[in-house]
């Protein structure tokens, strides 16, 4: 089975366990319900949850078994897409090549989606906890770490992160910085969530892991960064030129787009390096090397 292949069969598992966590939409709340499953169904690579089912088979476990903390980051993932796109954020009307949630659904529909969408990967988890599909001192862990880098010091501080240097010139260490927390931080999460699922013992691979999934998050940046610029809306499915519209001072705007370019190859390859403490990795390399080279 080659990369596209594997990548496809994980996210057609991905999708069928989300169809079952979403309820039924016959309630007099079903507005919600239908905002957060059309967010969630909008597509993409699902990527975040490769990354943990992955993790966890190079790790001696069955992908399966990682399944409910899959569906609970891309849960994650798509409460932040939804608020990313707000008017009070960066006000984008497409996502995806889709109206974005809040366009389809209205501000506040979308902004509780994003919420219950926040709130759910903790259920789900703590359940599969519960049932011991994952040990439950081992979803005590994800839970914990999940906590920690989407919240101050993950993704929701990076977000604050770029809506302060709006209009400011931030330096290079800075913005770097900032993409750790704001997209590295939850491909950290996947790479160590899926070592934590399949066996807690094999604790000594976390920093290999959560390694790959910095240097993985920062390449995804700076790439979206490029694509910004050079890529077409309609292959990109989301409006292009934000940034500068924005008035967000980016990696590219710090240092160009070669320059850019040069740096993603180089994260790549770093990445690459720290997947050396595993064995069977070629998926994930191959991943790494598609997410360098991509064009949407």
């Known amino acids: 089975m080659n990369v596209n292949e ?43 949850p490769a990354l943990v089912m992955e993790f966890c088979r190079i790790c001696g476990g069955k992908p399966e078994t990682a399944l409910p903390v899959a569906c609970a980051i891309e849960m994650m993932h798509t409460f932040s897409l939804i608020h990313d796109d707000l008017p009070c954020m960066d006000d984008d009307d497409l996502r995806r090549g889709k109206p974005s949630c809040h366009k ?18 903790f259920e789900i988890i703590a359940k599969a906890g519960a049932e011991k599909i994952i040990e439950p001192v081992y979803a005590l862990k994800i839970i914990q770490l ?54 807690w013992g094999v604790q000594e691979k976390l920093i290999p892991a959560g390694n790959f999934g910095q240097r993985l998050g920062l390449a995804f940046q700076i790439t979206d960064d490029i694509l910004d610029i050079t890529a077409d809306e309609k292959t990109l499915g989301k409006p292009i030129g934000s940034d500068k519209e924005n008035g967000k001072y980016t990696y590219v705007s710090a240092v160009g787009i070669d320059k850019a370019r040069e740096y993603v190859k180089q994260l790549t390859a770093e990445a690459k390096e720290f997947l050396t403490e595993f064995s069977d990795t070629e998926f994930l390399n191959e991943l790494a090397d598609i997410l360098a080279e991509r064009s949407n």
């Open 146 to 199: 999940l906590a920690q880098l989407a919240g101050f010091v993950g993704m929701i501080g990076g977000q604050t992160l770029d809506l302060e240097y709006e209009n400011k010139q931030p330096s290079v260490s800075e913005i770097l910085e900032m993409y750790r927390m704001k997209t590295g931080a939850l491909l950290e999460f996947c790479c160590k969530a899926g070592c934590i699922a399949a066996n």
């Open 6 to 48: 594997q990548l496809n069969e994980y996210a057609q598992m991905t999708e069928e366990a989300l169809g079952k966590y979403i309820p039924s939409a016959d309630c007099p709340q079903k507005s919600v319900i239908e905002a957060a499953r059309y967010s969630l169904n909008a597509g993409g690579k699902r990527l975040r």
């Open 104 to 121: 389809a659904f209205g501000e506040a529909t979308a902004l509780l989606a994003g919420d219950a969408l926040a709130i759910m990967p």
